[in-house]
């Protein structure tokens, strides 16, 4: 084991590790962090020094101000779903705000996020953490829909209603881009986990029905063909239901 930690250590310094377009931590199996490539540094505006060796959750705690605040709760779950099972966890998007060190603020933060067990020797030894922030996609439907509203005002020609579209058309062309590799990011993480997905959703249905594998996947056919909703799709929502909602909602 002090091998592998040491490993963990260098990762660090690993170009590969530090190049990834991603942000990614990598974690211990005590959730603690052991490197932190220059993607997640950006996106969480934090330095290397502050993370590294750090516990996950005390290098990001949840936002004292939301009351309904499950960041935590849920990310430890799915880090630890992901150890127990041995295969990715690909989480729902979560909210999950971050505070502003130089001003003391907190700021509101929509990811998408995918934890992964590094497993050696046939034992899980670490974690992946990878994000993708999806707050731009949050904040431009927030932006659309208070446009929307404006718009059927009997004044269209009002300077607030001027001056949000103007706002609108910025974040929308901004957005654009974004949008695009979100779809494509989302579209290849799907076919890559799928397959696992609806393995996980077999293992539920086979647990609740007591049945064999073959008749919990005619079950999640059938679900799915009722309802005309794909079958990924549909084992992803029994595997979101499963987790059951965070013990502080």
């Given amino acids: 084991m002090p091998g592998m930690i040491e490993d963990m250590d260098q990762l ?3 170009p590969v590790f530090q190049s990834l377009p991603r942000p990614t931590l990598l974690l211990d199996t005590d959730f603690v962090i052991r490197a932190a490539n220059q993607a997640y540094l950006a996106a969480t505006a934090r330095e290397a020094d502050e993370l590294v060796e750090a516990y996950m959750f005390d290098a990001f705690p949840d936002n004292p101000d939301d009351p309904e605040a499950d960041g935590v709760a849920n990310l430890n779950h799915s880090l630890e ?9 690909n989480m729902l998007v979560q909210r999950y705000d971050l505070l502003d060190a130089a ?3 907190w700021s509101l933060r929509h990811w998408s996020p995918l934890n992964t067990p590094v497993i050696e020797d046939d034992r899980v030894v670490g974690l ?13 439907q927030t932006v659309m829909t208070r446009y929307r509203d404006l718009e059927r005002d009997d004044e269209p020609d009002a300077p607030e209603t001027r001056a949000l579209a103007a706002v609108a058309r910025a974040v929308a062309a901004a957005a654009t881009a974004y949008q695009a590799m979100a779809a494509e990011v ?11 997905m609806i393995d996980q959703a077999k293992g539920i249905v086979m647990a609740e029905r ?12 059938r679900l799915s063909q009722d ?10 929502a029994l595997v979101y239901k499963a987790q059951g909602p965070s013990p502080r909602r």
């Fill in 227 to 236: 309802t005309q909703v794909k079958l990924a799709d549909v084992a992803a």
């Fill in 128 to 140: 992946l953490h990878q994000v993708e922030d999806v707050t731009p996609l949050k904040e431009l």
């Fill in 12 to 14: 660090q310094r690993d």
């Fill in 81 to 89: 779903q992901a150890a127990r099972a041995r295969r990715p966890d």
């Fill in 186 to 196: 989302m579209h290849l993480r799907r076919a890559l986990t799928s397959r696992a």
């Fill in 103 to 105: 001003s003391g603020e």
């Fill in 210 to 221: 007591r049945c064999t594998p073959e008749a919990a996947f005619e079950v999640l056919v």
